[in-house]
């Protein structure tokens, strides 16, 4: 499928992040692509998978475009989203249609820029997803020729800690310098994805508030555990 074919089943769309907490009952590949079915069932345009073994367990259970990373820490580096060039290629090897990467200006494992990631991501045939935390970090990525920005890591960096999420003001300049900005990051309810589209978003990122059962169920735990300590108390 040629890129504009891709960014148009997309465009204006839900992408669902199908991703479990690493001890999670769910973080197993089947479980992870029997969601991805599930959330592409109920209406999802796309899903965000990490891993290899999971991306190429949902690559068989889904036909819509998948967005692959790989999260690994990397000692003495800040940056743990497919953030070196081995990784970028583990996870086009694995099945992903698009490869979200981090498109922030911090150095890397390995050494590799935003342009050689973009370059190796092209070379292999498909998308550069660039998740960015500034504006600095989309008009790299832009220069770079990725083929989306989005939002993904405002709020996760150093500088930009503490701020409000969704970044819709981030996601408006970056609307104002790429044809296919996404909002990625903070989108709880359905109005935050109906704010998003109104700023101008191409399409919208969901995990947690969807896919992340060991999260929603603390949250409602710990409301319940509240209110038992306080009829205790009384």
Known sequence: MTSAGLLGRLRGGLIV???????????????????????????A???????????????????????????????????????????VAAVRGAGADIVAFDATTRARAGGAGVASLVEDIHRSGVLAMADCAELADGRNAVAAGADIVATTLAGYTEGTQGRDLPALDLLAELVA??????CEGGIHRPVD????????????????????VDALVRRFATVAARARSDASAR
Do not use: C, M
Not at 59 to 74: S, T, Y
Not at 177 to 182: G, L, Q, R
Not at 203 to 208: E, R
């Open 45 to 87: 345009a796309g899903v965000r998978i990490e891993g290899v073994e999971r991306i190429a367990a949902v690559r068989r259970a889904v036909d819509v475009p998948i967005v692959g990373i790989i999260k690994r820490v990397h000692p003495g580096f800040a940056p743990y989203i497919t953030s070196t060039r081995e990784e």
């Open 193 to 212: 994805a109906e704010a998003a589209f109104a700023s101008g978003a191409a399409a919208v990122v969901v995990g947690t508030a969807i896919t992340n």
């Open 177 to 182: 310098i790429h044809s296919f900005a996404v």
């Open 17 to 43: 992040s199908v991703q479990a907490e690493a001890e999670s009952l769910l973080n197993t590949p089947e479980t992870i692509a029997l969601l991805a079915r599930v959330a592409v069932r109920n209406g």
